[in-house]
């Protein structure tokens, strides 16, 4: 029997600090951008949202598009 005796309670916080640091490694991905990165994809989006909504085909709102011309 000569087995490592293994205390649980440091076995869980080790294995919970390793979760956490983890965890932080991905926000850091996910979150950790500057300023200007977060502004240029935002421009981006935006001008992607408006090509996309000038192709539409059916405009929802605005001028009398169906060509009959009376209503």
């Known amino acids: 029997m000569s087995g490592d005796v293994v ?3 440091q ?3 080790r294995k919970a600090r390793a ?4 965890e932080a490694a991905d926000n850091r991905v ?3 951008r500057k300023k200007s990165e977060k502004q240029l ?6 001008r992607d ?10 405009p929802q709102e605005g001028g009398d598009d169906t060509g009959s011309g009376n209503e």
């Open 7 to 9: 205390n649980l309670r």
């Open 11 to 13: 076995f869980r916080k």
């Open 19 to 22: 979760e956490a640091e983890r």
């Open 30 to 32: 996910k979150f950790g």
């Open 41 to 46: 994809t935002e421009i981006e989006r935006a």
């Open 49 to 58: 949202a408006a090509r996309l909504e000038g192709h539409r085909r059916d």
